[in-house]
T-cell receptor, first 113, second 114 residues
Framework: EAEVAQSPRYKITEKSQAVAFWCDPI?????LYWYRQILGQGPELLVQ????????DSQLPKDRFSAERLKGVDSTLKIQPAELGDSAMYLC???????????FGQGTRLTVV | AQSVAQPEDQVNVAEGNPLTVKCTYS??????LFWYVQYPNRGLQFLLK??????LVKGSYGFEAEFNKSQTSFHLKKPSALVSDSALYFC????????????FGKGTMLLVSP
């Protein structure tokens, strides 16, 4: 069964350092999402791609976060510099069409110390 | 702006009893509605969806949900709860038109006691 791959699963980084997360969506899925989930809360959308284009990044803190999806396949989310408040689970998901469900990866648990 | 409300932080039910997890939504157009389940330190797992058609939709693991347009609700139900159903459940909505975002509720913890 096809899955959304994310790496790393866990990341500990010091405040002010740079950190990057990688996501490989299910093959053929045009829509890719990055969500941030703080413990005990629902996922909050950071950025949504349709192929290689950003369709929504209104909640992405652009002073420190960046996301790219070159060639419309895999994607990288970067934080520089990391802050203590960035500690959270970062989830990647993909879907084939707007009326289909999104499939989620296992997530990256980020701890900023 | 679209939104999802899950009014209960936690639902407690005894094994074998029916369960309901509530969800109401707000979108400007027609909704696509989804339920997901999350186990500790894992990603979200899709349970079921309403796109169009029959208001009662059936999904994985015996779960079902009823779409009620007049009440803007999409409650998750199961006739007989299992201890293994204990997890965090999320309702999500997107508008059917255009490249709308997928918005999640804050989640409801379901605890099924033996």
């Amino acid at each position: 069964e096809a899955e959304v791959a994310q790496s790393p699963r866990y990341k500990i980084t010091e405040k002010s350092q740079a950190v990057a997360f990688w996501c490989d969506p299910i093959s053929g899925h045009a829509t890719l999402y990055w969500y941030r989930q703080i413990l005990g809360q629902g996922p909050e959308l950071l950025v949504q791609f349709q192929d290689e284009s950003v369709v929504d990044d209104s909640q992405l803190p652009k002073d420190r976060f960046s996301a790219e999806r070159l060639k419309g396949v895999d994607s990288t989310l970067k934080i520089q510099p990391a802050e203590l408040g960035d500690s959270a689970m970062y989830l990647c998901a993909s879907s084939s069409h707007m009326n289909t469900e999104a499939f989620f990866g296992q997530g990256t648990r980020l701890t900023v110390v | 702006a679209q939104s999802v409300a899950q009014p209960e932080d936690q639902v407690n039910v005894a094994e074998g009893n029916p369960l309901t997890v509530k969800c109401t939504y707000s979108v400007s157009g027609n909704p696509y509605l989804f339920w997901y389940v999350q186990y500790p330190n894992r990603g979200l797992q899709f349970l079921l969806k309403y796109i169009t058609g029959d208001n009662l939709v059936k999904g994985s693991y015996g779960f079902e949900a009823e779409f009620n347009k007049s009440q803007t609700s999409f409650h998750l139900k199961k006739p007989s709860a299992l201890v293994s159903d204990s997890a965090l459940y999320f309702c999500a909505v997107r508008e059917s038109a255009g490249y709308s975002t997928l918005t999640f509720g804050k989640g409801t913890m379901l605890l099924v006691s033996p």
